[in-house]
Structures are given as structure tokens and as C-alpha cells.
């Protein structure tokens, strides 16, 4: 069964990008409530239980139909959220670095303009969704992605390596309607670090 994984820094540690109140409440409401949504699924089918939550949202088509829909909604709110939480620090160092910078620079000419293309995806995503910078394991190319709801690049074949949640309750509190804001400030706290560990790990 899941449980809510821990922050890997504190709700405060993000400020004044992303306040402490906001932090909280998608963390410890948001996606506890996914975690007891998955969990309920899981419970009707307890062979899955062994099977880790990626190779479930990998290939949803090999999840029990009556639960299907639960593991790609609460199941992915789980993965997404904490992919997530994990594409930020309060160490920040502000631009790519290493291979990954060297890719994004090659595949959207520069980091500028790939930042100005990823803040024009979370800007025009309808609603509640996700915006991804992924690699295809198939090319080893850059694809820059936004998906609705919870739904993720694992479940079309592609490795995410960045995600910014663009949910409303993922910056209302703070921002309000403001989403540009939102984005604007997130680049202040992106793990290019985490990014580029995730990069070179698709590639080898």
C-alpha cells in the first residue's frame, strides 16, 4: 500500500516563490488524497500491490478495467506530484546544466527560448494539467509536452525529465488567476541538477 512520501525539503523552503500555505495544503490534502484513492483501487485487485505505481501508469491498458480509471486519476497524482516535488529546490542554480543543457539548447536553440516555449505551453493548457519536458528513450530526443488532468508522459512511452504542475491549487492561494506569474516564479526554484541526473539516467 502507499503512503504520502516525504518532501525532500521543507514547506517553508520554497518561499517567496511558493508560499508555505500552499505548500502544505497540496502536499499533506492534495496528494494524501490521491495516495487513499489509490490504495481503495489497489485494495480490489491486491496482485498489483507488488507491481510498482510506474509500470501501472506505463501500461494502463494491463490494469483491471474496473480500476483503470482510478489508478490513471489517483495513480498518477501520486507519481506526478512527486516527480514534482522533486524537480525543485531552494538551492536552485537558475539555468540547465550539464548534458541536459546542452540538448535543450540543441533541440529549442536556446535556454531562453525553451523556457519561452514551456511557459507558452502552461499558459495555454485548458484547465487542470501538466506540462513535461521528457526524452524519447526510442531517439533520444527532447519532447516537450502537456498533459491534462493527472495524466503522464509514462503512459506514452516517454521519460519525463521536468514537470510543473499547473493545477489552480498548485498556485491560487498565491497567485490567483495569475498563472504566468505562477510559472514566471517557479524557474526560481527548478532542480537542474535533478534534471540533468534524470537526463543522462535515459541516455546511458
Not at 516527480?83 to 542554480?93: A, L
Not at 494539467?129 to 498533459?147: A, C, E, I, M, N
Request: hydrophobic letters at 40%; glycine letters at 4%.
Amino acid at each position: 500500500m502507499y503512503s504520502l512520501p516525504k518532501l525532500p525539503y521543507s514547506y517553508s523552503a520554497l518561499e517567496p516563490y511558493i508560499e508555505t500555505q500552499i505548500m502544505e495544503f497540496h502536499h499533506a490534502k492534495h496528494q494524501q488524497a490521491y495516495v487513499d484513492g489509490l490504495n481503495a483501487a489497489l485494495l480490489k485487485h491486491p496482485e498489483l500491490e507488488e507491481k510498482p505505481l510506474v509500470t501501472l501508469l506505463q501500461d494502463l491498458s494491463a490494469v483491471p478495467e474496473d480500476i483503470r480509471t482510478a489508478v490513471r486519476n489517483h495513480g498518477g497524482g501520486v507519481e506526478n506530484h512527486t516527480f514534482f516535488w522533486e524537480s525543485m529546490t531552494h538551492r536552485s542554480g537558475g539555468k540547465p546544466v550539464g548534458q541536459s543543457a546542452q540538448h535543450i539548447t540543441q533541440f529549442f536553440d536556446s535556454c531562453d527560448q525553451f523556457k519561452a516555449i514551456f511557459t507558452a505551453s502552461a499558459k495555454d493548457r485548458f484547465g487542470s494539467g501538466w506540462v513535461w519536458l521528457s526524452v524519447d528513450p526510442s531517439t533520444q530526443h527532447l519532447v516537450l509536452t502537456s498533459t491534462a488532468n493527472q495524466d503522464t508522459p509514462l503512459s506514452q512511452g516517454l521519460s519525463p525529465i521536468l514537470a510543473l504542475d499547473v493545477w489552480e491549487h498548485a498556485y491560487y492561494l498565491q497567485y490567483f488567476n495569475r498563472r504566468v506569474d505562477y510559472v514566471a516564479a517557479w524557474w526560481n526554484v527548478v532542480d537542474w541538477e535533478k534534471v540533468e541526473e534524470r537526463y543522462v539516467n535515459v541516455i546511458k
